[in-house]
Structure formats: C-alpha cells, structure tokens
C-alpha cells in the first residue's frame, strides 16, 4: 500500500518560495507512477499543480507553470514542490499525491496524502 | 483551460435513494475523466476513471458514464457512508481541471 505524507512550513511569507516535500512509503519513486501536487484554497475546490515521473518529465498546470518547480530525490524516496512569488491567494491545503496503477494518465490522484495547510500572510 | 461544470451543487438525499450527478466540460475530452468523493477534512478518494472505470476498492453502487463533454456519476443506492462532496476532473490536458463540486446532503 501506497503511503504519501506531506511536509514543509505552515506560514510563507508573501513574495516568498512555498516548499513542501512529499515523503513516500510502501513504494519505490524510481519503479514508476506520477507523482503530483493538488491544492484546495480553505473551504474551495481543488486545483491540480503538476505531476513528475521520477525525476523525468515533469507536467505543470498552465496557470502555475511560471512559478512551479517540483523534483524528486529518489535516495530519500521524495518528491517535492517549489512555488515562487506566492500571495494570499496561494493559502491552501496542500495534497501530494500518485497516479498509483491508473493507466493512461500523469494527473489523477489514486492515493493522497492527508494535505498540509500552508497560509501565506506576514 | 477547459471549464468543468457540475450539478446540482448541492443535492438533498436519502439512504436508498438513487443519485445521479452530471459533469459537463467546455470542451470534448473524450473519456479522459474521473470522479473522487470528499469528506470534511480528508484528502479526495478517487472514485471513478477514464468516465466509467470504477478505482481500487469502490463499491459496485458507484458508476459513471459518458464521453465528449456530458458526464455522470450515479450512486445506485445512498448509503450512510456516501454523504460528501463530490468532484470530476478531466485530465485531458495538463491543467487537469476539476469542478467545483456537488454536495450530497441527507435529506
């Protein structure tokens, strides 16, 4: 079983870089899957952020692209989001999450973490 | 970005009643779509995928249907555990866009 647990500050300050890692267990990064980031603003829908495979291609949302860096650190069994220049709007709960066997697809979210909620204010 | 519009957003139910919900996109996708279900304070748990593949562990109650840009999800026979938000998601492009939900409540 699939095991993803999300870490990183809770507070960012505007204008700053939102880092968070995603620490998966029960799996190996390196033997495949997507691996992505979605968020959901407190009381709001979800978003989708972007997707990487292990290391490889990486697949952003079109809105986010300009400020989204994600990477993965296959010695840790990690994978991990940057999000620069970030304003109010950026407060969320933050998901990671693995497309698991769900074929076909770099962005579907088959097993989750249990999200982090980062509040960007000074 | 391709605009994904569900309804009703809120729908009011019983146990034993049967529910369907539609998902409509701005534009074809056709059948890259999935489905989760959301309870308060917890992450989404994907439900349904490429319109009508039911995930790992989910109840037969649960269907989906559709291609292009109309979409379903029916739940055959309510159950208490099934009251929560409901979301779809293409994921014919990259922005992956869901909808903005559709809140099943107990009637």
């Known amino acids: 079983q699939v095991q993803l647990q999300e870490s990183g500050p809770g507070l960012v300050k505007p204008s700053e870089t939102l880092s968070l890692t995603c620490t998966v267990s029960g799996y190996s990064i390196s033997s495949g899957y997507h691996w992505g980031w979605i968020r959901q603003p407190p009381g709001k829908g979800l978003e989708w952020i972007g997707s990487?495979?292990?290391?490889?291609?990486?697949y952003y949302n079109p809105s986010l692209k300009s400020r989204v860096t994600m990477s993965v650190d296959t010695s840790k069994n990690q994978f991990s989001l940057k999000l620069n220049s970030v304003t109010a709007a950026d407060t969320a709960v933050y998901y990671c999450?693995?497309?698991?066997?769900?074929?076909?697809?770099?962005?579907?979210?088959?097993?989750w973490g249990q999200g982090t909620l980062v509040t960007v204010s000074s | 970005d391709i605009q994904m519009t569900q309804s009703p957003s809120t729908l009011s139910a019983s146990v034993g009643d049967r529910v369907t919900i539609t998902c409509r996109a701005g534009?074809?996708?056709?059948?890259?779509l999935a489905w989760y279900q959301q309870k308060p304070g917890n992450a989404p748990k994907l439900l349904i995928y490429?319109?009508?593949s039911l995930g790992n562990g989910v109840p037969s109650r649960f269907s989906g249907d559709g291609s292009g840009t109309e979409f379903t999800l029916t739940i055959s026979s309510l159950q208490p555990d099934d009251f929560a938000t409901y979301y779809c998601q293409q994921y014919n492009t990259y922005s992956g866009t869901f909808g903005q939900g559709t809140k099943v409540e107990i009637k």
């Open positions: 990487i495979y292990y290391g490889r291609s990486t």
């Open positions: 534009q074809s996708i056709n059948r890259w």
């Open positions: 999450a693995t497309t698991g066997s769900v074929p076909d697809t770099a962005i579907i979210g088959d097993y």
């Open positions: 490429k319109a009508s």
